[in-house]
DNA sequence: ATTATATATATGTATAAACATACTAAAACA
DNA sequence: TGTTTTAGTATGTTTATACATATATATAAT
């Protein structure tokens, strides 16, 4: 486990890269500490200077948790979204290190509701490309993703129902926007929402409608997410500016 | 303009407040070059590698964008992502046209639980301003909040008891703060909150937690927030960096 | 005039060293 | 036994220094 000192990539890249895969180890999942800085530097064979450079950047995204004194050691992988970071759902588990199942995927090719075709600016007499995820854990579902892309985004659906799936399933990498809305409330659980996430009717689900726009402010994509609530957190970060 | 060297607040965060400040000035903003980082740094009186530090943290928030061989400059400032919803909740109640109601309202002096002593750094043997306040519309109270303020908020709970209420129940005006960041959730109402909020137990809440910074990012507030599901949206926006 | 070439400039990378501060745990003390 | 002191450990802050690399401009060669 080192680095490569010749290479032009340079080494605190270098070590960010190898400390987002050590992360990952289950030896450090639980709260355990990371090694201290002086003994990682010293083992990548850099100074501790160049290895908090690498350090800062996972400590700035979230993922590590340093106090001083103390020690680092990997943030409690609760699901959370930071709106800073802009990270899709699948980059954002990766990142973290959680493996994640899709249980269900549904493409359809539908005539959009009114609301629907409202915000993407079209006419609800124009098929377009729905996509109904269900993601989560190994142990089980905790989110349903409903999304309605304009035809602009290429998805006219015909042709991804030709693409392999997991090129379908891994989509939210190739959607490159600009600008989103969002939404969150609280509501409870239907019939149909907690039969997919596998909770009782009627417990708490944290909601998600966004709205995505392109770098020309056009809109989208339409997407409902609906999490269940002990295993999703939102956080934001503002500042008075 | 220069750096307090005796301060306990470090150089580089002075160095990047002065920095926040500066960017604002119109003389930067149409992609005009910062002064280089040699000569800021010797203004300031401080070594290039700690002006680096508040330079790098503006330029991970997308403030500043700096290109090597040319030189720093401040990025278009359209709505930060950042700036989003940095209303307090009677700033914007009265943006959307609500009458509030204050349904109820406590002020105590308590001993903090050693979670919040932990986030406000402070020791749990000393007391702090505790308040509570049931807000809504006339028909009735869809949020309770609870708030914990510092005692360097120069509201320590007894002053407070002196001061109108009318007084109190605006405070949130008057507390400037720059950071916040936000954990929203949803959870169901526990009999407390469902005999606060007059709705049954197990009903949606829409949960904020909210931990409030000062200029220096020494914290400040720590606030709670159950907001009714079925009356209240937050809305996030956020831009790509 | 056009194209290379050198040079100045600004940020990028990296190190070593020293001291400060927060926290923990062991040792000394009452 | 319980409390205080002390030493150890880990991160936090800061400096001074050196060289690398990308960019723009001025200079020299074609």
């Known amino acids: 486990m080192s680095l490569n000192h010749k290479s032009p990539v340079p080494l605190h890249i270098q070590a960010e890269e190898l400390l ?49 004194g103390v020690g680092t050691k990997v943030a409690d992988a609760l699901i959370s979204s930071k709106s800073v970071n802009w990270l899709s759902f699948s980059q954002e ?31 609800t007499d124009q098929k377009i490309l729905k996509l109904e ?44 926007s600009e600008l989103s809305k969002e939404e969150i409330s609280a509501r ?18 944290l909601f998600r409608k966004r709205f995505v726009y392109d770098q020309a402010e056009r809109p989208i994509e339409y997407n409902l997410g609906y999490y269940k609530a002990d295993s999703f957190v939102y956080t934001v970060e503002s500042r008075r500016g």
């Open 20 to 68: 987002r895969k050590m992360i990952k180890d289950p030896q450090f999942q639980n709260g355990k500490l990371l090694p201290n800085e002086i003994d990682i530097a010293s083992q990548l064979a850099i100074s501790r200077t160049t290895l908090r450079q690498a350090l800062n950047k996972l400590v700035y995204e979230g993922l590590l948790i340093r106090k001083k």
């Open 93 to 123: 588990m990766k990142a973290r290190g959680i493996p994640i199942k899709n249980f269900e995927l549904h493409v359809s090719w539908i005539y959009p509701e009114e609301h629907i075709a409202n915000f993407l600016n079209i006419k």
């Open 133 to 176: 995820r269900l993601r989560g854990r190994p142990e089980g579902p905790f989110v349903y993703f409903v999304s309605y892309f304009h035809p602009r985004t290429g998805l006219t659906g015909e042709e991804d129902f030709k693409r392999p799936l997991y090129d379908i399933l891994e989509m939210d990498y190739n959607i490159v």
């Open 188 to 205: 409870s659980a239907d019939k149909f929402i907690a039969g997919k996430l596998e909770t009782e009717v009627g417990s708490p689900i």
